[in-house]
Protein backbone atom coordinates (compact mmCIF):
# COMPACT_ATOMS: atom_id res chain seq x y z
CA UNK A 1 0.00 0.00 0.00
CA UNK A 2 1.12 3.69 -0.79
CA UNK A 3 1.03 6.75 0.81
CA UNK A 4 0.27 10.00 -1.71
CA UNK A 5 0.54 13.41 -0.42
CA UNK A 6 0.06 17.06 -1.97
CA UNK A 7 0.69 20.35 -0.57
CA UNK A 8 -0.27 24.07 -1.98
CA UNK A 9 0.22 27.12 0.41
CA UNK A 10 2.31 29.43 1.72
CA UNK A 11 5.19 27.62 2.57
CA UNK A 12 7.79 25.60 0.52
CA UNK A 13 6.22 22.65 -0.25
CA UNK A 14 9.29 20.24 -0.59
CA UNK A 15 10.55 19.65 3.41
CA UNK A 16 6.72 19.72 4.50
CA UNK A 17 6.33 16.76 1.93
CA UNK A 18 8.99 14.78 2.53
CA UNK A 19 8.76 15.66 5.95
CA UNK A 20 4.78 13.63 5.33
CA UNK A 21 6.39 11.26 3.73
CA UNK A 22 7.92 10.22 6.85
CA UNK A 23 5.15 9.81 9.03
CA UNK A 24 3.22 8.22 6.51
CA UNK A 25 6.09 5.14 6.10
CA UNK A 26 4.44 3.10 7.79
CA UNK A 27 2.13 2.53 4.96
CA UNK A 28 4.37 1.21 2.20
CA UNK A 29 8.56 2.03 2.07
CA UNK A 30 10.30 0.58 -0.95
CA UNK A 31 10.41 3.86 -3.03
CA UNK A 32 9.89 7.44 -2.48
CA UNK A 33 9.39 10.10 -5.14
CA UNK A 34 8.76 14.21 -5.29
CA UNK A 35 7.36 16.52 -7.46
CA UNK A 36 7.31 20.29 -7.33
CA UNK A 37 6.37 23.24 -9.86
CA UNK A 38 8.06 26.28 -9.44
CA UNK A 39 7.95 29.31 -11.83
CA UNK A 40 5.38 26.87 -14.30
CA UNK A 41 8.10 24.02 -14.18
CA UNK A 42 7.62 20.69 -12.67
CA UNK A 43 10.51 18.76 -11.13
CA UNK A 44 10.87 15.13 -10.10
CA UNK A 45 12.77 13.18 -7.78
CA UNK A 46 12.24 9.80 -6.70
CA UNK A 47 14.52 6.66 -6.67
CA UNK A 48 14.07 3.45 -4.50
CA UNK A 49 15.22 2.95 -0.45
CA UNK A 50 13.64 4.74 2.30
CA UNK A 51 12.18 8.35 2.82
CA UNK A 52 15.64 9.26 4.61
CA UNK A 53 17.38 7.39 2.29
CA UNK A 54 16.70 8.56 -0.34
CA UNK A 55 16.18 12.18 0.76
CA UNK A 56 19.81 12.04 1.53
CA UNK A 57 20.48 10.81 -2.03
CA UNK A 58 18.71 13.12 -3.81
CA UNK A 59 17.87 16.18 -1.06
CA UNK A 60 14.45 16.14 -2.42
CA UNK A 61 13.65 18.47 0.71
CA UNK A 62 15.64 21.56 -1.11
CA UNK A 63 13.51 21.10 -4.48
CA UNK A 64 11.73 24.71 -4.95
CA UNK A 65 8.15 25.55 -5.36
CA UNK A 66 5.13 25.82 -2.67
CA UNK A 67 2.90 23.16 -4.81
CA UNK A 68 3.72 19.46 -4.49
CA UNK A 69 3.20 16.24 -4.22
CA UNK A 70 4.67 12.77 -2.58
CA UNK A 71 4.74 9.32 -2.18
CA UNK A 72 5.64 6.39 -0.69
CA UNK A 73 5.46 2.85 -3.10
CA UNK A 74 5.19 -0.80 -1.88
CA UNK A 75 5.36 -1.88 -4.90
CA UNK A 76 2.27 -4.03 -6.93
CA UNK A 77 2.78 -3.58 -11.08
CA UNK A 78 6.19 -3.07 -11.80
CA UNK A 79 9.44 -3.72 -9.54
CA UNK A 80 11.09 -1.49 -6.85
CA UNK A 81 13.01 0.10 -9.37
CA UNK A 82 13.62 3.90 -9.77
CA UNK A 83 11.23 4.25 -12.95
CA UNK A 84 8.72 2.88 -11.53
CA UNK A 85 8.49 4.98 -8.16
CA UNK A 86 5.83 8.27 -8.47
CA UNK A 87 5.44 10.65 -9.70
CA UNK A 88 4.84 9.94 -12.77
CA UNK A 89 5.16 12.77 -15.45
CA UNK A 90 2.81 13.27 -18.57
CA UNK A 91 2.61 15.60 -21.44
CA UNK A 92 6.35 16.78 -21.45
CA UNK A 93 6.11 17.35 -17.58
CA UNK A 94 2.82 19.07 -17.69
CA UNK A 95 1.39 17.08 -15.06
CA UNK A 96 2.47 14.37 -12.93
CA UNK A 97 0.80 11.89 -10.45
CA UNK A 98 1.11 9.98 -7.07
CA UNK A 99 -0.99 7.23 -7.06
CA UNK A 100 -2.41 4.47 -4.05
CA UNK A 101 -4.26 1.25 -5.81
CA UNK A 102 -4.94 -1.03 -8.53
CA UNK A 103 -5.98 0.15 -11.56
CA UNK A 104 -7.35 -3.15 -12.97
CA UNK A 105 -7.88 -2.23 -16.28
CA UNK A 106 -4.74 -0.40 -16.84
CA UNK A 107 -3.09 -2.52 -19.57
CA UNK A 108 -6.42 -2.15 -21.95
CA UNK A 109 -5.33 1.64 -21.27
CA UNK A 110 -1.80 1.24 -21.51
CA UNK A 111 -2.64 -0.07 -25.37
CA UNK A 112 -4.72 2.84 -26.30
CA UNK A 113 -2.57 5.27 -24.97
CA UNK A 114 0.52 4.03 -27.06
CA UNK A 115 -1.30 3.90 -29.99
CA UNK A 116 -1.44 7.55 -30.22
CA UNK A 117 1.62 8.24 -29.20
CA UNK A 118 1.88 8.52 -25.72
CA UNK A 119 5.45 6.89 -24.23
CA UNK A 120 5.57 4.92 -21.05
CA UNK A 121 8.26 5.54 -18.87
CA UNK A 122 7.23 2.80 -16.14
CA UNK A 123 5.85 -0.44 -15.43
CA UNK A 124 3.41 0.87 -13.26
CA UNK A 125 -0.17 0.82 -13.51
CA UNK A 126 -0.44 4.05 -12.29
CA UNK A 127 1.01 5.91 -14.88
CA UNK A 128 -1.90 5.43 -17.00
CA UNK A 129 -3.41 8.13 -15.10
CA UNK A 130 -1.32 10.50 -15.77
CA UNK A 131 -1.42 9.87 -19.46
CA UNK A 132 -5.23 10.09 -18.97
CA UNK A 133 -5.03 13.22 -17.54
CA UNK A 134 -3.28 14.78 -20.40
CA UNK A 135 -5.02 13.57 -22.94
CA UNK A 136 -8.29 14.67 -21.39
CA UNK A 137 -6.65 18.24 -20.59
CA UNK A 138 -5.48 18.32 -23.90
CA UNK A 139 -9.11 17.64 -25.32
CA UNK A 140 -11.38 19.29 -23.05
CA UNK A 141 -8.86 22.26 -22.19
CA UNK A 142 -9.93 21.73 -18.94
CA UNK A 143 -8.48 20.32 -15.64
CA UNK A 144 -11.83 19.76 -14.50
CA UNK A 145 -12.93 17.96 -17.19
CA UNK A 146 -9.71 15.86 -17.04
CA UNK A 147 -9.97 14.87 -14.00
CA UNK A 148 -14.10 13.87 -14.25
CA UNK A 149 -13.15 12.03 -17.77
CA UNK A 150 -10.29 10.40 -16.47
CA UNK A 151 -11.70 9.34 -13.61
CA UNK A 152 -14.25 8.08 -15.72
CA UNK A 153 -12.11 5.58 -17.38
CA UNK A 154 -10.41 3.74 -14.24
CA UNK A 155 -11.54 0.80 -12.92
CA UNK A 156 -9.77 -1.00 -9.40
CA UNK A 157 -9.40 1.27 -6.67
CA UNK A 158 -7.34 4.35 -6.59
CA UNK A 159 -6.76 7.73 -4.91
CA UNK A 160 -4.59 10.07 -6.59
CA UNK A 161 -3.11 13.68 -6.39
CA UNK A 162 -2.07 15.34 -9.93
CA UNK A 163 -0.44 18.65 -10.08
CA UNK A 164 -1.05 20.70 -13.19
CA UNK A 165 1.65 23.12 -14.95
CA UNK A 166 -0.70 25.77 -13.78
CA UNK A 167 -0.58 24.88 -10.21
CA UNK A 168 -3.47 23.44 -9.89
CA UNK A 169 -3.26 20.57 -7.36
CA UNK A 170 -6.19 17.82 -8.20
CA UNK A 171 -7.13 14.45 -6.73
CA UNK A 172 -9.98 11.93 -6.74
CA UNK A 173 -11.02 8.51 -4.45
CA UNK A 174 -12.25 5.54 -5.04
CA UNK A 175 -12.41 3.07 -2.73
CA UNK A 176 -9.51 4.44 -1.19
CA UNK A 177 -9.23 7.09 1.69
CA UNK A 178 -8.02 10.39 0.46
CA UNK A 179 -8.56 13.47 2.68
CA UNK A 180 -8.15 16.98 2.65
CA UNK A 181 -6.20 18.90 5.37
CA UNK A 182 -6.91 22.57 5.76
CA UNK A 183 -4.06 24.32 7.08
CA UNK A 184 -3.89 28.42 7.93
CA UNK A 185 -0.75 28.20 5.27
CA UNK A 186 -2.37 26.05 2.83
CA UNK A 187 -3.97 22.56 1.95
CA UNK A 188 -3.31 19.12 1.95
CA UNK A 189 -4.58 15.92 -0.09
CA UNK A 190 -3.41 13.06 1.59
CA UNK A 191 -3.80 8.90 2.19
CA UNK A 192 -3.88 9.63 5.95
CA UNK A 193 -4.33 12.40 8.80
CA UNK A 194 -0.67 11.81 9.53
CA UNK A 195 0.31 13.19 6.14
CA UNK A 196 -0.79 16.35 7.29
CA UNK A 197 -1.26 16.62 11.11
CA UNK A 198 1.59 18.43 11.72
CA UNK A 199 -0.01 21.48 10.66
CA UNK A 200 -3.57 21.08 11.41
CA UNK A 201 -6.35 18.37 12.92
CA UNK A 202 -9.11 19.88 10.33
CA UNK A 203 -9.76 17.50 7.75
CA UNK A 204 -12.08 16.71 5.12
CA UNK A 205 -12.80 13.23 4.23
CA UNK A 206 -13.53 12.37 1.06
CA UNK A 207 -15.94 9.86 -0.20
CA UNK A 208 -15.99 7.41 -3.40
CA UNK A 209 -16.29 9.09 -6.18
CA UNK A 210 -15.33 12.27 -4.76
CA UNK A 211 -12.90 14.39 -6.93
CA UNK A 212 -11.06 17.39 -5.73
CA UNK A 213 -9.49 20.39 -7.09
CA UNK A 214 -7.47 22.88 -5.03
CA UNK A 215 -6.91 26.07 -6.43
CA UNK A 216 -6.34 29.72 -6.11
CA UNK A 217 -6.68 29.25 -2.05
CA UNK A 218 -9.83 27.37 -2.12
CA UNK A 219 -11.16 23.51 -2.50
CA UNK A 220 -13.69 22.68 -4.56
CA UNK A 221 -15.46 18.83 -4.49
CA UNK A 222 -17.54 17.21 -7.32
CA UNK A 223 -18.66 14.20 -8.20
CA UNK A 224 -18.31 12.26 -11.51
CA UNK A 225 -20.71 14.04 -13.23
CA UNK A 226 -19.07 17.34 -12.11
CA UNK A 227 -22.08 18.19 -9.33
CA UNK A 228 -20.72 19.97 -6.09
CA UNK A 229 -20.63 17.56 -3.68
CA UNK A 230 -20.70 19.08 0.55
CA UNK A 231 -18.32 17.30 2.89
CA UNK A 232 -18.03 19.27 6.37
CA UNK A 233 -14.66 19.72 7.93
CA UNK A 234 -13.66 17.93 10.70
CA UNK A 235 -11.80 18.07 13.66
CA UNK A 236 -8.82 14.87 13.59
CA UNK A 237 -8.85 13.74 17.34
CA UNK A 238 -5.35 12.38 17.29
CA UNK A 239 -2.47 14.73 18.68
CA UNK A 240 0.77 15.36 17.45
CA UNK A 241 2.43 13.36 20.55
CA UNK A 242 0.68 10.40 19.43
CA UNK A 243 2.78 10.20 16.19
CA UNK A 244 5.86 10.56 17.76
CA UNK A 245 8.39 8.38 19.01
CA UNK A 246 9.60 10.00 22.11
CA UNK A 247 12.40 8.91 24.30
CA UNK A 248 11.60 5.15 22.31
CA UNK A 249 14.44 3.80 19.71
CA UNK A 250 11.08 2.20 17.68
CA UNK A 251 7.51 3.13 17.39
CA UNK A 252 6.77 -0.60 18.28
CA UNK A 253 8.01 -0.71 21.45
CA UNK A 254 6.47 2.70 22.24
CA UNK A 255 3.41 0.84 21.46
CA UNK A 256 3.88 -2.25 23.39
CA UNK A 257 4.42 -0.38 26.30
CA UNK A 258 1.25 2.49 25.42
CA UNK A 259 -0.56 -0.94 26.36
CA UNK A 260 -1.08 -0.12 30.00
CA UNK A 261 -2.44 3.20 28.31
CA UNK A 262 -4.58 1.98 25.62
CA UNK A 263 -6.29 -0.56 27.21
CA UNK A 264 -7.85 2.08 29.82
CA UNK A 265 -8.93 3.97 26.81
CA UNK A 266 -10.55 0.82 25.13
CA UNK A 267 -12.72 0.13 28.00
CA UNK A 268 -13.82 3.91 28.26
CA UNK A 269 -16.58 3.64 25.58
CA UNK A 270 -20.19 5.27 25.50
CA UNK A 271 -22.83 3.29 27.54
CA UNK A 272 -25.20 3.85 24.57
CA UNK A 273 -23.20 2.65 21.65
CA UNK A 274 -22.03 -0.46 23.23
CA UNK A 275 -25.80 -0.89 23.94
CA UNK A 276 -26.61 -0.13 20.55
CA UNK A 277 -23.78 -2.27 19.00
CA UNK A 278 -25.45 -5.53 21.57
CA UNK A 279 -28.73 -4.84 20.30
CA UNK A 280 -28.11 -5.63 16.89
CA UNK A 281 -25.63 -8.39 18.00
CA UNK A 282 -28.06 -10.37 19.86
CA UNK A 283 -31.17 -9.78 17.73
CA UNK A 284 -28.96 -11.69 14.60
CA UNK A 285 -29.12 -15.33 14.09
CA UNK A 286 -26.12 -15.87 12.52
CA UNK A 287 -23.20 -13.80 13.36
CA UNK A 288 -19.63 -13.81 11.60
CA UNK A 289 -16.75 -11.96 12.44
CA UNK A 290 -14.11 -11.43 10.03
CA UNK A 291 -10.62 -9.73 9.98
CA UNK A 292 -7.08 -9.96 8.95
CA UNK A 293 -3.99 -10.57 10.29
CA UNK A 294 -3.95 -9.93 14.05
CA UNK A 295 -7.35 -8.48 13.58
CA UNK A 296 -8.14 -11.77 12.69
CA UNK A 297 -6.78 -13.30 15.86
CA UNK A 298 -9.24 -11.10 17.62
CA UNK A 299 -11.49 -12.55 15.67
CA UNK A 300 -10.73 -15.92 16.43
CA UNK A 301 -10.69 -15.38 20.28
CA UNK A 302 -14.09 -13.10 19.96
CA UNK A 303 -15.31 -16.50 18.90
CA UNK A 304 -14.74 -18.09 22.25
CA UNK A 305 -15.66 -15.28 24.60
CA UNK A 306 -19.15 -14.88 22.75
CA UNK A 307 -19.79 -18.16 22.44
CA UNK A 308 -19.01 -19.56 26.18
CA UNK A 309 -19.67 -15.98 28.51
CA UNK A 310 -22.63 -14.63 26.42
CA UNK A 311 -24.09 -17.95 24.71
CA UNK A 312 -23.62 -16.62 20.84
CA UNK A 313 -22.79 -19.21 18.48
CA UNK A 314 -19.77 -17.32 16.37
CA UNK A 315 -18.20 -18.03 12.69
CA UNK A 316 -14.52 -16.57 12.84
CA UNK A 317 -13.71 -16.27 8.69
CA UNK A 318 -10.49 -14.39 7.91
CA UNK A 319 -11.84 -11.91 5.81
CA UNK A 320 -9.54 -13.21 2.78
CA UNK A 321 -11.71 -15.74 2.78
CA UNK A 322 -15.06 -14.50 3.02
CA UNK A 323 -15.94 -14.32 -0.39
CA UNK A 324 -15.71 -18.32 -0.94
CA UNK A 325 -18.20 -18.96 2.63
CA UNK A 326 -20.28 -15.52 3.12
CA UNK A 327 -22.56 -16.20 -0.06
CA UNK A 328 -25.74 -16.87 1.70
CA UNK A 329 -26.33 -14.32 4.33
CA UNK A 330 -29.75 -12.77 5.34
CA UNK A 331 -31.25 -9.46 7.12
CA UNK A 332 -31.16 -11.76 10.26
CA UNK A 333 -27.57 -12.07 9.73
CA UNK A 334 -24.60 -9.92 11.42
CA UNK A 335 -21.06 -9.70 10.34
CA UNK A 336 -19.07 -7.95 13.04
CA UNK A 337 -15.44 -6.58 11.13
CA UNK A 338 -12.39 -5.83 13.15
CA UNK A 339 -9.55 -3.94 11.92
CA UNK A 340 -7.28 -1.22 13.21
CA UNK A 341 -7.14 0.89 10.07
CA UNK A 342 -11.06 0.46 8.36
CA UNK A 343 -9.37 -0.11 4.99
CA UNK A 344 -8.16 -3.23 4.82
CA UNK A 345 -9.56 -4.18 1.07
CA UNK A 346 -10.24 -7.96 2.32
CA UNK A 347 -11.84 -6.19 5.00
CA UNK A 348 -13.97 -3.68 3.06
CA UNK A 349 -14.73 -6.50 0.70
CA UNK A 350 -16.22 -8.75 2.97
CA UNK A 351 -18.34 -5.97 4.04
CA UNK A 352 -19.49 -5.17 1.53
CA UNK A 353 -20.54 -8.24 0.11
CA UNK A 354 -22.73 -8.74 3.49
CA UNK A 355 -23.89 -5.51 2.90
CA UNK A 356 -25.29 -6.41 -0.52
CA UNK A 357 -27.36 -9.09 1.02
CA UNK A 358 -29.24 -6.96 3.51
CA UNK A 359 -26.48 -7.61 6.39
CA UNK A 360 -26.43 -6.10 9.40
CA UNK A 361 -22.37 -4.97 10.03
CA UNK A 362 -20.86 -4.32 13.02
CA UNK A 363 -17.08 -2.92 13.57
CA UNK A 364 -14.56 -2.54 15.70
CA UNK A 365 -12.20 -0.34 14.45
CA UNK A 366 -9.15 2.34 15.80
CA UNK A 367 -9.61 4.60 12.85
CA UNK A 368 -13.30 5.79 13.76
CA UNK A 369 -12.73 8.30 10.35
CA UNK A 370 -11.63 5.05 8.25
CA UNK A 371 -14.18 3.46 4.97
CA UNK A 372 -15.11 0.48 7.32
CA UNK A 373 -16.41 2.28 10.25
CA UNK A 374 -18.54 4.85 7.91
CA UNK A 375 -19.74 1.45 6.36
CA UNK A 376 -21.02 -0.19 10.03
CA UNK A 377 -24.73 0.41 11.24
CA UNK A 378 -22.46 0.57 14.37
CA UNK A 379 -19.06 0.71 15.39
CA UNK A 380 -16.91 0.73 18.46
CA UNK A 381 -13.85 2.57 18.51
CA UNK A 382 -10.92 1.10 20.21
CA UNK A 383 -9.27 4.73 20.84
CA UNK A 384 -5.63 3.31 20.26
CA UNK A 385 -4.26 6.21 19.17
CA UNK A 386 -2.15 6.21 15.39
CA UNK A 387 -0.53 2.93 15.64
CA UNK A 388 2.58 3.80 13.14
CA UNK A 389 5.02 0.12 13.91
CA UNK A 390 3.38 -2.25 10.76
CA UNK A 391 3.11 -5.04 13.22
CA UNK A 392 0.03 -4.49 15.16
CA UNK A 393 0.28 -3.97 18.81
CA UNK A 394 -1.81 -1.91 21.27
CA UNK A 395 -4.84 -2.27 18.93
CA UNK A 396 -5.09 -5.89 19.37
CA UNK A 397 -5.27 -5.80 23.06
CA UNK A 398 -7.58 -2.88 22.39
CA UNK A 399 -10.00 -5.14 20.06
CA UNK A 400 -9.78 -7.36 22.90
CA UNK A 401 -10.95 -5.42 25.59
CA UNK A 402 -13.99 -4.47 23.54
CA UNK A 403 -14.60 -7.94 22.90
CA UNK A 404 -14.86 -8.73 26.23
CA UNK A 405 -16.72 -5.90 27.28
CA UNK A 406 -19.37 -6.77 24.77
CA UNK A 407 -19.20 -10.59 25.97
CA UNK A 408 -18.77 -9.09 29.38
CA UNK A 409 -22.49 -6.95 28.95
CA UNK A 410 -24.58 -9.99 26.90
CA UNK A 411 -23.84 -12.12 29.68
CA UNK A 412 -24.59 -9.84 32.46
CA UNK A 413 -21.37 -10.04 33.47
CA UNK A 414 -20.41 -13.94 33.76
CA UNK A 415 -16.67 -12.71 32.00
CA UNK A 416 -16.02 -11.35 35.22
CA UNK A 417 -13.91 -8.35 33.76
CA UNK A 418 -12.19 -6.64 36.72
CA UNK A 419 -10.55 -3.76 34.96
CA UNK A 420 -8.45 -2.65 37.65
CA UNK A 421 -6.88 -5.83 38.10
CA UNK A 422 -6.04 -6.60 34.13
CA UNK A 423 -4.32 -2.74 34.39
CA UNK A 424 -2.31 -3.93 37.10
CA UNK A 425 -1.45 -7.19 35.47
CA UNK A 426 -0.34 -5.72 32.21
CA UNK A 427 1.43 -2.70 33.96
CA UNK A 428 3.52 -5.21 35.75
CA UNK A 429 4.07 -7.13 32.25
CA UNK A 430 5.47 -4.10 30.55
CA UNK A 431 7.52 -2.99 33.78
CA UNK A 432 9.75 -5.97 33.41
CA UNK A 433 11.36 -6.91 29.92
CA UNK A 434 14.45 -8.04 31.30
CA UNK A 435 13.15 -11.92 31.37
CA UNK A 436 12.39 -11.51 27.74
CA UNK A 437 14.94 -9.36 26.55
CA UNK A 438 17.54 -12.22 27.88
CA UNK A 439 15.54 -14.71 26.20
CA UNK A 440 15.60 -12.94 22.87
CA UNK A 441 19.26 -12.77 23.09
CA UNK A 442 19.42 -16.55 23.90
CA UNK A 443 17.08 -17.38 20.86
CA UNK A 444 18.49 -15.24 18.69
CA UNK A 445 19.87 -17.49 16.18
CA UNK A 446 17.14 -20.26 16.22
CA UNK A 447 15.89 -20.59 12.84
CA UNK A 448 12.55 -21.91 13.91
CA UNK A 449 9.90 -21.37 16.79
CA UNK A 450 6.83 -22.75 18.29
CA UNK A 451 4.19 -21.10 20.01
CA UNK A 452 1.80 -23.95 21.56
CA UNK A 453 -1.55 -22.85 23.76
CA UNK A 454 -5.12 -24.21 23.90
CA UNK A 455 -8.84 -22.56 23.20
CA UNK A 456 -8.43 -19.07 24.22
CA UNK A 457 -4.55 -19.28 24.38
CA UNK A 458 -4.50 -20.64 20.34
CA UNK A 459 -5.47 -17.69 18.97
CA UNK A 460 -2.55 -15.58 20.89
CA UNK A 461 -0.12 -18.47 20.11
CA UNK A 462 -1.05 -17.57 16.23
CA UNK A 463 -0.33 -14.38 17.00
CA UNK A 464 2.86 -14.34 18.78
CA UNK A 465 4.00 -16.17 15.57
CA UNK A 466 2.83 -13.73 13.78
CA UNK A 467 4.48 -11.46 15.64
CA UNK A 468 7.95 -13.42 15.21
CA UNK A 469 7.86 -14.33 11.58
CA UNK A 470 6.58 -10.34 11.17
CA UNK A 471 9.67 -8.39 12.94
CA UNK A 472 12.30 -10.53 13.43
CA UNK A 473 12.23 -12.88 10.22
CA UNK A 474 12.22 -16.06 11.96
CA UNK A 475 10.12 -19.03 10.79
CA UNK A 476 7.33 -19.31 13.65
CA UNK A 477 4.13 -21.39 14.09
CA UNK A 478 1.60 -21.70 16.40
CA UNK A 479 0.16 -24.81 17.15
CA UNK A 480 -2.82 -25.70 19.21
CA UNK A 481 -1.39 -27.70 22.08
CA UNK A 482 -3.91 -30.53 21.50
CA UNK A 483 -2.99 -30.96 17.70
CA UNK A 484 0.97 -31.95 18.89
CA UNK A 485 0.27 -35.66 18.40
CA UNK A 486 -1.35 -35.33 15.26
CA UNK A 487 1.51 -33.91 13.91
CA UNK A 488 4.06 -31.50 14.80
CA UNK A 489 4.95 -34.01 17.60
CA UNK A 490 7.50 -35.02 14.75
CA UNK A 491 9.44 -31.68 14.48
CA UNK A 492 10.45 -31.77 18.78
CA UNK A 493 13.84 -33.04 18.65
CA UNK A 494 17.13 -31.26 20.28
CA UNK A 495 17.62 -27.19 19.62
CA UNK A 496 13.85 -27.51 18.73
CA UNK A 497 12.08 -24.12 20.93
CA UNK A 498 8.68 -24.43 22.09
CA UNK A 499 7.22 -21.33 24.13
CA UNK A 500 3.92 -22.83 26.37
CA UNK A 501 0.89 -20.48 27.07
CA UNK A 502 0.24 -21.92 29.90
CA UNK A 503 -1.87 -20.19 32.77
CA UNK A 504 -3.50 -21.86 35.80
CA UNK A 505 -6.49 -22.47 33.77
CA UNK A 506 -9.07 -25.04 32.68
CA UNK A 507 -6.24 -25.48 29.57
CA UNK A 508 -3.16 -25.94 32.35
CA UNK A 509 -3.18 -29.78 32.93
CA UNK A 510 -3.61 -30.49 29.63
CA UNK A 511 -1.11 -27.81 28.43
CA UNK A 512 1.42 -29.14 30.98
CA UNK A 513 1.08 -32.77 29.66
CA UNK A 514 2.07 -31.48 26.02
CA UNK A 515 5.19 -29.59 27.85
CA UNK A 516 6.50 -33.09 28.70
CA UNK A 517 5.68 -34.84 25.67
CA UNK A 518 8.03 -32.31 24.22
CA UNK A 519 11.00 -32.22 26.75
CA UNK A 520 10.78 -35.84 26.70
CA UNK A 521 11.82 -35.06 22.89
CA UNK A 522 14.91 -33.38 23.87
CA UNK A 523 13.47 -29.90 23.00
CA UNK A 524 13.74 -26.40 24.85
CA UNK A 525 10.29 -25.65 26.82
CA UNK A 526 9.68 -22.03 27.36
CA UNK A 527 6.63 -21.76 29.92
CA UNK A 528 4.91 -18.28 29.98
CA UNK A 529 2.74 -19.04 33.01
CA UNK A 530 1.89 -17.99 36.19
CA UNK A 531 3.70 -20.81 38.33
CA UNK A 532 6.95 -21.96 37.77
CA UNK A 533 6.99 -25.48 36.52
CA UNK A 534 10.40 -28.24 36.65
CA UNK A 535 9.78 -28.70 32.70
CA UNK A 536 10.30 -25.38 31.89
CA UNK A 537 13.74 -24.76 30.80
CA UNK A 538 12.72 -20.75 30.44
CA UNK A 539 10.37 -19.76 32.74
CA UNK A 540 8.08 -15.80 31.60
CA UNK A 541 6.06 -14.99 34.77
CA UNK A 542 2.71 -13.81 34.23
CA UNK A 543 0.18 -12.77 36.99
CA UNK A 544 -2.33 -15.17 38.26
CA UNK A 545 -6.10 -13.69 37.11
CA UNK A 546 -9.14 -15.01 38.53
CA UNK A 547 -11.05 -15.26 35.29
CA UNK A 548 -9.24 -17.13 32.43
CA UNK A 549 -10.90 -15.17 29.81
CA UNK A 550 -8.30 -12.14 30.56
CA UNK A 551 -4.89 -13.92 30.38
CA UNK A 552 -4.42 -13.67 26.47
CA UNK A 553 -4.34 -9.98 27.00
CA UNK A 554 -1.53 -10.35 29.34
CA UNK A 555 0.42 -13.59 27.65
CA UNK A 556 0.48 -11.84 24.49
CA UNK A 557 2.72 -8.67 26.14
CA UNK A 558 6.14 -11.51 26.73
CA UNK A 559 5.73 -12.09 22.86
CA UNK A 560 5.12 -8.72 21.54
CA UNK A 561 8.43 -7.90 23.09
CA UNK A 562 10.33 -11.25 22.18
CA UNK A 563 9.79 -10.51 18.46
CA UNK A 564 10.79 -7.10 19.25
CA UNK A 565 14.44 -7.66 20.74
CA UNK A 566 14.95 -10.88 18.06
CA UNK A 567 14.48 -8.16 15.93
CA UNK A 568 16.66 -5.54 17.46
CA UNK A 569 19.05 -8.50 18.20
CA UNK A 570 19.40 -9.67 14.48
CA UNK A 571 19.44 -5.63 13.93
CA UNK A 572 16.29 -5.41 11.20
CA UNK A 573 13.70 -2.41 11.86
CA UNK A 574 11.32 -3.88 13.78
CA UNK A 575 9.20 -0.86 12.92
CA UNK A 576 9.17 -1.19 9.16
CA UNK A 577 9.51 -4.88 8.24
CA UNK A 578 10.45 -5.65 4.79
CA UNK A 579 7.78 -6.39 2.08
CA UNK A 580 4.88 -5.62 4.22
CA UNK A 581 2.55 -2.74 4.78
CA UNK A 582 0.47 -1.04 8.12
CA UNK A 583 -2.67 -1.55 5.92
CA UNK A 584 -3.20 -3.07 3.44
CA UNK A 585 -5.54 -1.90 0.74
CA UNK A 586 -5.08 -4.21 -2.19
CA UNK A 587 -6.34 -7.48 -2.64
C1 LIG B 1 -1.50 -5.85 7.63
C2 LIG B 1 -0.65 -5.52 8.85
C3 LIG B 1 -1.08 -6.38 10.03
C4 LIG B 1 -2.56 -6.23 10.29
C5 LIG B 1 -3.40 -6.53 9.04
C6 LIG B 1 -4.85 -6.17 9.22
O1 LIG B 1 -1.19 -7.10 7.15
O2 LIG B 1 0.72 -5.72 8.56
O3 LIG B 1 -0.35 -5.99 11.18
O4 LIG B 1 -2.95 -7.06 11.33
O5 LIG B 1 -2.91 -5.77 7.94
O6 LIG B 1 -4.97 -4.79 9.37
P1 LIG B 1 -6.22 -4.06 9.96
O7 LIG B 1 -5.91 -2.60 9.83
O8 LIG B 1 -7.40 -4.46 9.10
O9 LIG B 1 -6.39 -4.52 11.35
Known amino acids: MCSIIGYKGKDFAAPILVNSLKRMEYRGYDSVGVATLDEGKLLVRKGTGKVAEVNNKLDMSHMSGHIGIGHTRWATHGGVTDKNAHPHAAGDNKIAVVHNGIIENYKELKAELIKEGYIFASETDSEVIAHLLHRYYIETESIKQSLIKTCKRLQGAYAFVAVFQDGTIGGARYEEPLIIGVAKEGYFVSSD ?87 ILSAAKNVYIVGSGTSYHSALVAKHVLGRYAKIRVEA ?40 QGTKILSIVNVTTSSLARMSDSFLGTNSGPEIGVAATKSFTAQLIIIYSIADKLSEGKLGLDKEKLIHAVDRMLSNK ?46 AAGELKHGPLALMEKNTVVMILNPHDSTFNDTISNAHEIKARGATVVG ?20 EALYPIVEVIPLQLLAYYLAVGKNVDPDYPRNLAKSVTVR
Open 528 to 547: ISDSKEDVYDYWIPIPALSE
Open 434 to 479: STVERLAQELKNHKDLYILGRFLHYPIALEGALKVKELAYVHAEGI
Open 193 to 279: VLGFLEHTDKAIFLDNGDITIVDNDKVEIFDFEGNPVNRPITQVAWELGDIDKGKYAHHTLKEIDEQKLSIIRAYNQEEEKIDEFCK
Open 317 to 356: IMSSESKYILSSLDKDSVVIAISQSGETADVLDSVRLAKN
